[in-house]
């Protein structure tokens, strides 16, 4: 497959059953889920790589139809994560990012001097006079390839110590606020601080059953959940909650759907700087695909998204 830009690989993807594209993206992002060894770490960075932009294609798919006939096979999901690696527009290479780039930086410095007059007006030395094009761009392609590496690496790491992380900081954020946070925490999420977080490790639990289909769960599906388990707040009840309140519709005309929210970032910004767009799994982990169905598309993403 070759796409002259990104908005061919857009309009690719939108040929076919959006919801098969989540199916077969969410299958191989739980395949890496799954414990395993690599004799050679770069396979491990390889499918890892692969998982980040399975990704990608699975929040451009919100862009489609989940009623069109087309369903996307492996093989052209496979393809189209390999055109999508190898694309040369996407990398260093394309010379007009690096060119974009350091403009993009120096007007933003002069923008800031300007906005900020009252601050730099008796500055002997400005930014803008110390950062000029060609000093920028001596570092801009160092930059790039720091982004490219943290997009195509996102998600190593353990999991676990970030909810960890996560809940030591609302403990914080209580300490400082006369424990009136975890009060509003309450009322918000209707879980405790603790029964909230617990409800991530169901969501691994329920969603990475193999009779749901990795990363699917239907409301109506009976959940055989230990009695001990539920004694720890892990219930469905709690999980519907949890689920609920950490999703959005995908494929839908709706202010705050997927769709809605990627093609806003998409049509804010030149096309090639497109290939790096926003993983919203990160702020969004659920998709409501209806009222019962719900899909965890990527694990990773959902651990980091706490």
């Not at 570092?139 to 996102?154: E, P, S, T, W, Y």
Request: negative net charge.
């Amino acid at each position: 497959m070759d796409f002259k830009s990104f908005s061919e690989l857009r309009e690719f993807i939108r040929r076919y059953n959006s919801t098969s594209v989540i199916e077969i993206g969410a299958k191989k992002c739980w395949q890496n889920w799954e414990p395993k060894k690599y004799s050679d770490p770069l396979d491990w960075l390889h499918s890892n790589t692969e998982r980040n932009y399975a990704v990608r294609l699975m929040l451009l798919a919100s862009g489609g139809n989940p009623y069109r006939r087309g369903d996307i096979s492996v093989e052209a999901f496979d393809s189209l994560i390999n055109a999508y690696h190898n694309w040369e527009q996407h990398t260093i290479s394309d010379k007009r990012i690096l060119d974009k780039e350091a403009e993009a930086l120096l007007t933003s410095i002069q923008k800031w001097e300007i906005e900020h007059e009252k601050i730099t007006r008796n500055w002997s030395l400005k930014l803008s006079n110390i950062l000029d094009l060609e000093v920028i761009h001596t570092h801009v392609a160092g930059l790039f390839l720091q982004r490219l590496v943290a997009f195509q690496n996102a998600g190593f790491g353990y999991p676990v110590a970030r909810i960890y992380r996560t809940i030591k900081m609302i403990e914080l954020l209580d300490k400082h606020s006369d424990q009136k946070f975890l009060d509003d925490f309450l009322e918000r999420t209707k879980l405790s601080q603790i029964n909230y977080f617990k409800q991530i490790i169901g969501c691994l639990m329920v969603f990475g059953n193999f009779y749901n289909g990795k990363g699917f769960w239907d409301f109506s599906q009976f959940l055989d959940i230990d009695d001990e388990v539920q004694k720890q707040g892990i219930n469905p009840e709690n999980i519907k909650i949890f689920v609920k309140q950490n999703s959005e519709l995908f494929s839908s005309q709706a202010d705050n759907s997927f769709r809605n929210k990627i093609n806003q970032t998409l049509n804010s910004v030149p096309d090639y700087y497109q290939p790096l767009f926003y993983n919203y799994f990160l702020e969004v982990p659920f998709i409501k695909l209806n009222n019962e169905r719900f899909c965890l598309p990527d694990p990773f993403s959902f651990s980091e998204s706490c």
